[in-house]
Each structure stands twice: as structure tokens, then as C-alpha cells.
């Protein structure tokens, strides 16, 4: 295998990043909303986002891919496979980061919350100052857990036509008979990368400050 | 857009055939993968440093990686290497491979979860290494592991849709191909997605069922 078949997938690679990056980004804005909405404590918000999250977790990926695929174009909307990927795993990461995020904010001490209430702090303030920075801290390893999780399921985008790692992977064991190195190569890449996102995430997460108990 | 659900119950016999492999490879996949997983938990408790430290590499590979990548490796790569493979026992290798390393952490964890003293305590009454595995750590650590292997066994069930890319005949492979030949992709997705909903929904709530009952039982014990 040479260097020039290595720097082809080393390019694609940019992709899945791209892609998984993008994704956790959006997923996350979601999953803020859908933990508020666990919260609630209302009918209507609750059981809504609860489908939600057992649907999307319920179903393998490839599926919810194959589904958005073909499905945003019977409705009338062409969009690109990269688009409909990121949604895809967009909506897939937000199931289970709304699950942790909602874990974050229910073990926010309560104590906390009432004395922040007993200075005259409004809802508003007490959910920035106190129990966003705090959910967010007790759910960070989770958080680099899970793009760990999406950088690896972001594998499957290549089966709807978006050229990132594995489908370059494929494409080049394809034209060169070489598929054990290729795609042993495309391992070790996969590997590098969710190594270096543990990593960052273990430096991040002892930057932070600590939790008050 | 028309939703023409008649299109894909006329494919009935292929749907019953797909999601019966689809069961097959599950199941069959999942008592591979513990067991599998469990000798790895073994090896890295008793087998001494080196095994340790080289199995824990190899778990460590299998899972930073995809799953997809290792089935391709098997599938395309294993020829190369003298291992030719139909789709379906490639695919059942995988992901007994596949499910072995993660269930091979969660009986690790469940080893270490497990207090020293009543290992040292079967050492000093004179039982084998075999028995103390067998009547202090399996019986101790069964609470334990329990919970993780069936949130395990759920995600080997979602896995097991990747294998049609490798055109193993499950109910994936089945549902697309009955889709596109009757250009009826969002019907026959559809009903693939409510299969894997239900499925992982009714495995879930047993699951949930059966710790409950368990846990009863170990806090009757203590």
C-alpha cells in the first residue's frame, strides 16, 4: 500500500470529522431542548420527547439513515446525502444526549437551587448560573463518550453515498485489491482519532473545575 | 406521496425469512459474544501481565473502531488470507467478535466489583482456582454484570442491521431490496423501522423486568 493510497484516506477522514462534529453540535442543541422538555413535568412536553428518544435509540442507525434518505425526497425535499446524513446522525445523538443531559440536570443538588432562590435569584439566572454549568460539568465524560460513539457510527453514512473514511476505504479496496490494508489502515485512522478525542476530553475534563459538594 | 402499505404485506414469506435471520444472528451472535467475552475476562484476571496487557489491546482495537470496518475486513479482507466466508458465517463471527470485547469490560468490571476478601477467603479453605470462579465470583458478580449484558444484548440486536451491507439475507437487506424492486422505499423502511423498535422495545422492558426480579433476590440473600 503506498503513501498516496494512505493521503486519500487521510482526506476522507476530514469528512467523518466534519460530519461527526457537526452532528454532536447539532444533536446537542436538540437534546437541550428535549431534556427540557423530560423535565417538564407536563404531558404534553414529556411523552412527546420520550417517542422521540425510544424511537431514535430503538432503531439501528443504518436504518434511520436508509429512512431520511428516501424519505425527505417522497416528501418533495432534495437534499444532498451529506445533509441528510448529518441529520441522521444528528437526530440519533440528540436521543441519547438529551438521556444524559437529563441525568445532568436531575442530580444538580437541590440545595443549591433553593439558596440560589433565597438570594432573589430569577428561574432565569438559576438555570445559567447554577444548573446549566453544573448538569454540563457532571455530563461531560458522557458527552466525549458519545462522540466517540457518533465518530465511529458515522462509518455507516457511506451506505447513503457520502464519501468519508469507510466509503473512501471501500472505494479503494474496490479499485486496488487490496482491501486488508486498506482497511486495516482505515481502522487504525478511526483509532487515531477517537484516541485523540479521549484524550482531549481526559485534559478538558480535569481542566474544569470541580463540583461543589 | 402515497404510503401503499398492501405492496410490502404481498412480500410476507421474504419478510418472515429476513426477520428470522435477523433473530438467528442476534441471538445466536449474543451467547457467542458473552461466552467469548467472558474467556477474554478470564485470560486478563488469571492469565497473568502479558496476556493482560495483549488481549486488552485487542479489546481496546475492536472498540475504537467500527463495526462496519471489521466486518469489511473479515468479509473482503479474509480471502487474502486464505478465509473465504459466505455473508452469514462472516457476519456471525463479526459480530460475536464485535460483541466480545465490550462484554468482555462488563465481566471484567464485574471480577473487580467483586470484594478480595472473599477471594482470599476461598484461597485459605483450600478451593481451586475453577471453584472459585465458579461458586464466588460467577454467583457474586451475576448482579453485577447483569443490567450492562442486556443493555449489551440491545445493541448487538441494532448492530445486527449493518450486517446487511455485507449482504447477509436479514431483514434489512430483505426490506431494501423489497423497496426498491417495488419502488416503495418508504413503506418497506417503515415497517423495518417499527420491526427494531418493537423488538428492542419488548427486549428493554424484560430486561428491566428480570434485574427487578433479581435484585429482589440478592437483597433477600444479604
Known amino acids: ?38 423535565l417538564s413535568r407536563k404531558a404534553i412536553f414529556v411523552v412527546p420527547a420520550q417517542i422521540f428518544i425510544s424511537f431514535f435509540r430503538g432503531v439501528p442507525l443504518l436504518v434511520q439513515l436508509l429512512l431520511i434518505y428516501n424519505m425527505l425526497p417522497a416528501i418533495g425535499l432534495n ?83 457520502v464519501v468519508e473514511l469507510t466509503r473512501m476505504a471501500q472505494d479503494l479496496a474496490g479499485s486496488t485489491f487490496l482491501p486488508l490494508q486498506i482497511f486495516a489502515a482505515a481502522g487504525l485512522i478511526y483509532l487515531a482519532i477517537n484516541w485523540l478525542v479521549a484524550l482531549a476530553g481526559g485534559l478538558i475534563e480535569r481542566s474544569l473545575p470541580g463540583l461543589p459538594r | 406521496m402515497t404510503f401503499d402499505i398492501n405492496v410490502i404485506l404481498d412480500q410476507l414469506p421474504a419478510i418472515t425469512s429476513g426477520a428470522g435471520v435477523t433473530i438467528l444472528i442476534w441471538v445466536v451472535g449474543t451467547i457467542a459474544a458473552a461466552i467469548l467475552g467472558f474467556f ?28 462496519l470496518i471489521q466486518i469489511f475486513l473479515v468479509y473482503y479482507g479474509g480471502p487474502f488470507i486464505g478465509l473465504s466466508l459466505d455473508p452469514l458465517p462472516a457476519g456471525l463471527i463479526g459480530i460475536s467478535i464485535y460483541g466480545a470485547a465490550y462484554y468482555s469490560e462488563i465481566f471484567r468490571s464485574g471480577f473487580m466489583a467483586v470484594p478480595r476478601g472473599h477471594i482470599e477467603a ?28 442486556l443493555n449489551m444484548a440491545v445493541l448487538l440486536m441494532k448492530e445486527t442491521a449493518v450486517l446487511s451491507i455485507i449482504t447477509v439475507p436479514e431483514l434489512t437487506a430483505t426490506l431494501s431490496a423489497i423497496g426498491a424492486q417495488q419502488y416503495a422505499f ?24 428480570v434485574e427487578t426480579k433479581f435484585t429482589r433476590l440478592r437483597f433477600s440473600n444479604a
Open chain 1, 1 to 38: 500500500m503506498s503513501i498516496k493510497l494512505f493521503e486519500l484516506l487521510l482526506y476522507a477522514s476530514i469528512y467523518t470529522v466534519l460530519i461527526s462534529v457537526v452532528s454532536i453540535l447539532i444533536g446537542f442543541a436538540i437534546a437541550i431542548f428535549l431534556s427540557g422538555m423530560l
Open chain 1, 79 to 161: 437534499v444532498p446525502s451529506i445533509v441528510a446524513a448529518i441529520i441522521g446522525l444528528s437526530l440519533c445523538t440528540a436521543a441519547y444526549q438529551a438521556e444524559n443531559m437529563r441525568g445532568g440536570f436531575a442530580s444538580v443538588p437541590v440545595g443549591l437551587v433553593e439558596s440560589a432562590e433565597m438570594v432573589g435569584l430569577t428561574p432565569g439566572q438559576i438555570f445559567r448560573r447554577i444548573k446549566a454549568p453544573i448538569a454540563l460539568r457532571l455530563t461531560f465524560p458522557a458527552l466525549v463518550n458519545e462522540a466517540i460513539l457518533i465518530l465511529k457510527a458515522s462509518s455507516l453514512v457511506s451506505v447513503v453515498g
Open chain 2, 40 to 67: 477474554v475476562a478470564v485470560g486478563r484476571r488469571f492469565g497473568g501481565v502479558l496476556l493482560d496487557k495483549a488481549l486488552g489491546f485487542v479489546v481496546a482495537v475492536l472498540r475504537g473502531t467500527p463495526f
Open chain 2, 122 to 149: 476461598g484461597e485459605c479453605v483450600g478451593l481451586t482456582q475453577g471453584q472459585i470462579i465458579r461458586r464466588i465470583l460467577l454467583p457474586e458478580m451475576t448482579m453485577l454484570v447483569l443490567p450492562p449484558s
Open chain 2, 186 to 209: 418508504v413503506e418497506a423502511l417503515s415497517v423495518l423501522a417499527l420491526f427494531y423498535w418493537v423488538l428492542v422495545e419488548i427486549t428493554g422492558r424484560l430486561g428491566r423486568l
